[in-house]
Structure formats: structure tokens, C-alpha cells
Antibody
Framework: QVQLVDTGGGVVQPGQSLRLSCAVS????????MHWIRQAPGRGLEWVAT????????YYAASVRGRFRISRDNSKSTLFLEMNALRVEDTAVYYC??????????WGQGTLVGVSS | EVVMTQSPGTLSVFPGETVTLSCRAS??????LAWYQQKRGQAPRLLVY???ARDVGVPARFSGSGSGTDFTLTISGLQSEDFAVYYC??????????FGQGTKLEIK
């Protein structure tokens, strides 16, 4: 079956960096655009970043543009989110997802990122 | 950016009742509207896409309707497992892909 496994979360201080990973199995990873979506404690869902199937295009939310970078390794069916200059307001559970807008919509279990001094 | 507004914020209902959740877009999104269900501590689960198509395995008591800017999700005969938070999401105009703020369905 399809599995998306999010890892790499943790607690860091403001200004520090983290790299999240999302290991995908059970589907042809290179056929899917991939997204990161986050959810701050007690809050709703916020789209963070998107990368095209072949990595040719990337899109970012205004709140993370210039600090976060999304990437992928299709040979390893893995999605990444490099997060730099982290802020307290970046504290959230981060989910990777296909966000397919139809069947083949899959989400990871989420990984918790905490930014605190 | 398309702003998605859901109402009400919280809905208290008895099991067995029928409820209607609303979602309004700040501009037309055609039929590119999805509904997600999220239970505490879990990732969101897709219920409905393309306004009215149920995802695989979603019970028939969930039905979506609408077009343009106004959409609804109706849940008929609420079951205990349906008490959760529901989000609408548009995928017509991107980036950004935008979600509503959620409607929490709680047991009365």
C-alpha cells in the first residue's frame, strides 16, 4: 500500500535550521507533484511549498519564501524540505502530501517542528 | 490569493442528525474544491474532490455540492466516527493552494 513517512522534525532555537524528509513507497513517485503542508498547534492547515514531478518548478508560501527550499530525489522516492532561519511562528506539524485533487491523494503522518528559545 | 471561509466554526450536534457545512471562496474556483476530514492526532483524509466526487472508501452519507464560490458538505445520519474537523480546499488558482479555517463537528 501507499506510504508517506515524514521524518526530521525536532526542537531548535530561532535562527537554526532543520531538514525534513518524506520517504514515499507504493506509488510511482516521479509521477506526482509533491507538497509540504503545515499545521500550527490548535490551528488549521497551511500550504508551505510545492515541487513539480520532475523538480522543474517550485512554489513557496510568502511566509517561508527565501528561507525554505523544497527538493526531491526521484531515484530514492524522497521529498525534502530544507528550513533555514527558523522562527517561533514556524512551529507546526509538517506533512508531506500528494494533494492530488482526486484519487491518489496521500499524506504523511506528519513530523513536529518546534522553534523555541 | 483565494481566501476560503468556512462556517460555522463549530457545530454541536447529536449522533444521527444531518448537518451541512459551508465553504465560500473569495473568487470562483469552478468545481475544483475538496473536503478533508481530520481527527485529533491524525493527518487529514480526503473525503470529496471535484466538489461532489467521493474518494475511495468514503461512505455515501458524505455528499458535496456547489460551484463557483459556494460549496457545502452534507453528512447524513452522523456516526460517532464523524466527529472531527472538516476543511475545504481549493485547487483552481495556485499558488497558493488554500484551505478554509475548518469547521469542528462536536457531539452535543
Amino acid at each position: 500500500q501507499v506510504q508517506l513517512v515524514d521524518t526530521g522534525g525536532g526542537v531548535v532555537q530561532p535562527g537554526q535550521s532543520l531538514r525534513l524528509s518524506c520517504a514515499v513507497s507504493g506509488l510511482t513517485f516521479s509521477n506526482f507533484g509533491m507538497h509540504w503542508i503545515r499545521q500550527a498547534p490548535g490551528r488549521g492547515l497551511e500550504w508551505v511549498a510545492t515541487i513539480w514531478e520532475d523538480g522543474s518548478s517550485e512554489y513557496y508560501a510568502a511566509s517561508v519564501r527565501g528561507r525554505f527550499r523544497i527538493s526531491r530525489d526521484n531515484s530514492k522516492s524522497t521529498l525534502f524540505l530544507e528550513m533555514n532561519a527558523l522562527r517561533v511562528e514556524d512551529t507546526a506539524v509538517y506533512y508531506c502530501a500528494t494533494l492530488a485533487g482526486g484519487p491518489s491523494d496521500y499524506w504523511g503522518q506528519g513530523t513536529l517542528v518546534g522553534v523555541s528559545s | 490569493e483565494v481566501v476560503m471561509t468556512q462556517s460555522p466554526g463549530t457545530l454541536s450536534v447529536f449522533p444521527g442528525e444531518t448537518v451541512t457545512l459551508s465553504c465560500r471562496a473569495s473568487q470562483s474556483v469552478g468545481s475544483r474544491l475538496a473536503w478533508y476530514q481530520q481527527k485529533r492526532g491524525q493527518a487529514p483524509r480526503l473525503l470529496v474532490y471535484g466538489t461532489s466526487a467521493r474518494d475511495v472508501g468514503v461512505p455515501a452519507r458524505f455528499s458535496g455540492s456547489g460551484s463557483g464560490t459556494d460549496f457545502t458538505l452534507t453528512i447524513s445520519g452522523l456516526q460517532s466516527e464523524d466527529f472531527a474537523v472538516y476543511y475545504c480546499q481549493q485547487y483552481e488558482h495556485w499558488p497558493p493552494w488554500t484551505f478554509g479555517q475548518g469547521t469542528k463537528l462536536e457531539i452535543k
